[in-house]
């Protein structure tokens, strides 16, 4: 593929008009960026693998070297291929908030790989990545610190949103600085890359807050037997309000698979969740009243080797569901994955 060296081009790799495995290029007078680097959760329908990735060749065979990788944000369809292609990729800089970095060095370690040098990204300060211009803006989402990329050039100025939501009442981080929006805008922009899997979804979306009082009626209802959560474990603001609503009930928490454990280190690492004292673990559980635990584990998609299906088929030595617990799956369904939820 020829490209002039003084154009400005997008190219995405994987993650437009699909759900899943975002992968983004950005050219400007010979400099090449990466932003995000995911994965997308294999479905019957496009292929058996448990893990899809995006196909890079047109970096290799065009031996494109790439003067940086920005991840957005800690979502698997967004960071989750980094330790898988990030040799392949000739151990290029990469550059993200500190909470992302850390949810990724515990990827690179539970992949038995050394964790990467990552460069911290700081709001309202501008850095350079080869020849763009990158500044960071914070938005809202379901975890800490999603980021959109504003790319500056001479060309013209990019707005790469990463994944958002507009919640005026955020329960993890702050809400969007419209004045810093209107700021941004002044300044000029001359495309916006969206990202956002309801963004055609005409009703709101809501506030976790909203979420929270549902969660204290259903609680309080449930008096005999365990309540098992199944959810996304990066989530974080989910698992704040679940811990919460428990903690309002008396009630003690359990942090079930493995993908949940390393999120919520992630998050205490980073004054995330730190002030809650009534979580348990899986083995301290067996001395607690069903009537007082709730379960917090992962599965909400149906997956077939996370912890509530394993919970489902009694293959968890220190806890047994019971004919009195109560299941809640609070998670919308990924779209592609309603065929393997109906199978599971």
Not at 104 to 126: C, G, H, T, V
Request: glycine fraction near 6%; hydrophobic fraction near 40%; charge should be negative.
């Amino acid at each position: 593929m020829k490209i002039s060296k003084n154009e400005l081009i997008f190219i995405p790799l994987g993650g437009s008009g699909e759900i899943g495995m975002n992968c983004n290029l950005y050219h400007y007078k010979g400099s090449w960026i990466m932003i995000d680097l995911g994965v997308m959760f294999g479905n019957s329908s496009v292929s058996n693998n448990e893990l899809i990735m995006p196909n890079i060749n047109f970096i290799l065979e065009n031996k494109i070297k790439l003067d940086g990788l920005i991840l957005t944000h800690a979502h698997e369809d967004h960071i989750g291929a980094v330790p898988y292609l990030y040799e392949q990729l000739g151990r290029i800089p990469m550059f993200t908030t500190s909470f992302t970095a850390s949810v990724l060095n515990r990827k690179f370690l539970s992949n038995s790989m050394q964790p990467a040098e990552i460069n911290l990204l700081d709001y309202n300060k501008n850095i350079s990545i080869g020849n763009f211009k990158i500044e960071i803006f914070a938005l809202t989402h379901s975890i800490p610190e999603p980021n959109a990329i504003i790319l500056k050039t001479e060309k013209g100025n990019i707005f790469h949103t990463g994944d958002w939501k507009i919640d005026p009442d955020p329960l993890v981080g702050e809400p969007i600085n419209e004045s810093k929006l209107k700021l941004i805008s002044e300044d000029g922009i001359n495309a916006m890359i969206c990202d956002s899997t309801n963004v055609f979804n005409e009703n709101p979306s809501g506030s976790e807050s909203e979420v929270r009082e549902v969660f204290r009626e259903i609680f309080s209802k449930q008096k005999k037997g365990k309540i098992v959560v199944t959810c996304f474990a990066s989530n974080v603001a989910r698992l704040e309000t679940i811990l919460k609503v428990s903690e309002e009930l008396n009630k003690l928490c359990v942090f079930v698979g493995r993908s949940i454990h390393r999120i919520y280190e992630s998050a205490i690492e980073n004054d995330y969740l730190v002030n809650f004292r009534n979580i348990v673990s899986e083995k301290q559980s067996k001395l607690i009243s069903d009537d007082d635990l709730v379960l917090i584990c992962t599965g909400s998609q149906g997956e077939e080797n996370a912890a509530l299906n394993k919970l489902i088929e009694e293959n968890n030595k220190n806890i047994q569901i019971n004919k009195n617990d109560l299941i809640i799956f609070s998670s919308r369904e990924i779209p592609g994955n309603e065929k393997k939820n109906k199978l599971t």
